[in-house]
């Protein structure tokens, strides 16, 4: 499995963005997938994730009620709604594919995109 992660930029204190993550090759339509984040200095974080049939979702506490997971296994593709943007959500975002894991562990994910940058001024 292949993954794609795009839809970083720049924007502003309470802005939004919409991240994707194109999944090819093996069919990621069977893995939970997730997005994490990593700002520097510190460690690759658990923002979201959701259930191969999109079924069941899990938030960061910092994530709830701004950003909205979602799926299209039609299309393979993985999407994170981010609004009310904050400085503190600056980061590289990176999507996740987890064959047989549902959860917030990153070392249980098999397969990472190769991150998208998320900037946040104030």
């Known amino acids: 499995v292949q993954l794609q992660a795009s839809g970083g930029g720049l924007v502003q204190t309470g802005g939004s963005l919409r991240l994707s993550c194109a999944a090819s090759g093996r069919t990621a339509l069977n893995y939970n997938m997730g997005w994490f984040r990593q700002a520097p200095g510190k460690e690759r974080e658990f923002v979201a994730g959701?259930?191969?049939?999109?079924?069941?979702?899990d938030y960061a506490d910092s994530a709830k009620g701004r950003f909205t997971i979602s799926r299209d296994n039609a299309e393979n593709t993985l999407d994170l709604r981010m609004n009310s943007l904050k400085p503190e959500d600056s980061a590289i975002y990176y999507c996740a594919a987890a064959p047989r894991y549902f959860g917030r562990t990153r070392e249980r994910y098999d397969y990472w995109g190769q991150g998208t940058q998320v900037t946040v001024s104030s």
């Open positions: 959701i259930s191969w049939g999109g079924y069941a979702t």
